[in-house]
């Protein structure tokens, strides 16, 4: 089990993981050794996740999620398989966490006296450009 906050796990048997030689630098070794890791997770129907933070998941990271419901991340960070394999799991667990933190509700506030005055003031200050550049016409 993956703990994630104190109420969510993610069981390690949902994970399934392919590896793959990684892009970039790196001489002989990099043609060689599969050391990009690849993690294929069925969020879609995840028993580990209760549905609203399911919901919330999906809504927040559409690109990362397939049309059959399965998120797909890679890391190629690191040279070695491992590591690159604890970064998956890093990065799964932050978006999780992320999608389990309900964002703080907008409380509606009213503008303040000051900024109302200020608000009417720039009004009357445009409204009197304006009518300076007024043509008083025929006199």
Known sequence: ???ITDTIQLDDA?????YARSGG???QNVNKVS???IVHWPVANSPSIPMHVRLRFQRLFPTRITTEGI???SSQRHRDQERN???CLQ???D????AATLPKPRTASKPTKSSKRRRLADKQHTSDVKQGRRWAGEE
């Open 1 to 3: 089990m993956i703990p």
């Open 14 to 18: 949902e994970l399934e993981w392919s």
């Open 25 to 27: 630098p790196g001489g």
């Open 35 to 37: 050391s990009k890791a």
């Open 71 to 73: 998120l797909v991340l």
């Open 85 to 87: 394999r604890e970064d």
């Open 91 to 93: 990065k799964l667990t």
């Open 95 to 98: 978006m999780v966490r992320e």
